[in-house]
């Protein structure tokens, strides 16, 4: 069976996101790109016009997984707010584990972002409603006296993202899963005190 146009461009961004992240960007080639998804030049340059236009495309790929499938997805449930930003944090990745993707690289927007300002841009801009989410999930929790009330939701959503971006940097430590699963159980613990 011929596979449908749609298919072509859904390999060249996850091959784009395996070698991004296993080599990363500026050493990983359009050449490359298309060995490893399989794509002739012109069927690449049909959906990219340059490999930033596929970067932009790998990070909201990447992002858009954590949303619909990843950790993030966890925060759409009924229940209690503190439920809710349990399971999420539960269901991040482990430092090892693979990512958002299903790539045994761990949020490879969060490391090309360290290579070029737009990417960084990008992903911020991406990333942004998961922290109003989890911000807003706090501030009714409060209100809904759910929550203590003197938690500040504003602080603890940049606490809880922080974290969940954080667990990208711990194999740069020398691949510490301690360190890790240290910060997950504290914010577990500290999230479980302010339950009312």
Same mark, same amino acid.
């Given at each position: 069976?011929?596979?449908?146009?749609?298919?072509?461009?859904?390999?060249?961004?996850?091959?784009?996101?395996?070698?991004?992240?296993?080599?990363?960007?500026?050493?990983?080639?359009?050449?490359?790109?298309?060995?490893?998804s399989g794509c002739t030049r012109g069927v690449l340059y049909h959906y990219f016009s340059s490999k930033e236009e596929l970067g932009y495309a790998?990070?909201?790929e990447e992002v858009g997984a954590l949303f619909e499938r990843g950790a993030v997805s966890h925060l759409q449930s009924d229940g209690h707010p503190?439920?809710?930003?349990?399971?999420?944090?539960?269901?991040?990745?482990?430092?090892?584990?693979?990512?958002?993707?299903?790539?045994?690289?761990?949020?490879?927007?969060?490391?090309?972002?360290?290579? =070029?300002?737009?990417?960084?841009?990008? #992903?911020?801009?991406? $990333? !942004? /409603?998961?922290?109003?989410?989890? +911000?807003? *999930?706090?501030?009714?929790?409060?209100?809904?006296?759910?929550?203590?009330?003197?938690?500040?939701?504003?602080?603890?959503? =940049?606490?809880?993202?922080?974290?969940? #971006?954080?667990?990208? $940097? !711990? /194999?740069?430590?020398?691949?510490? +899963?301690? *360190?890790?699963?240290?910060?997950?159980?504290?914010?577990?613990?500290?999230?479980?005190?302010?339950?009312?």
């Amino acid at each position: 069976m011929p596979r449908r146009p749609s298919d072509a461009r859904k390999r060249i961004v996850q091959a784009a996101l395996e070698l991004f992240g296993r080599r990363g960007y500026h050493d990983t080639s359009i050449a490359d790109i298309l060995e490893e998804s399989g794509c002739t030049r012109g069927v690449l340059y049909h959906y990219f016009s340059s490999k930033e236009e596929l970067g932009y495309a790998a990070i909201d790929e990447e992002v858009g997984a954590l949303f619909e499938r990843g950790a993030v997805s966890h925060l759409q449930s009924d229940g209690h707010p503190i439920d809710r930003l349990l399971t999420a944090l539960d269901a991040m990745p482990t430092v090892d584990g693979p990512g958002v993707t299903g790539s045994s690289v761990a949020n490879v927007s969060l490391r090309m972002a360290s290579v =070029h300002d737009g990417f960084r841009k990008r #992903a911020a801009e991406r $990333v !942004a /409603p998961a922290d109003g989410q989890v +911000e807003e *999930i706090v501030r009714r929790g409060t209100a809904d006296g759910k929550i203590a009330a003197s938690v500040d939701p504003r602080v603890l959503a =940049h606490v809880f993202i922080t974290m969940g #971006a954080g667990i990208h $940097v !711990a /194999p740069l430590l020398h691949g510490r +899963e301690v *360190i890790w699963e240290d910060a997950r159980r504290w914010l577990k613990e500290y999230l479980n005190s302010l339950r009312t």
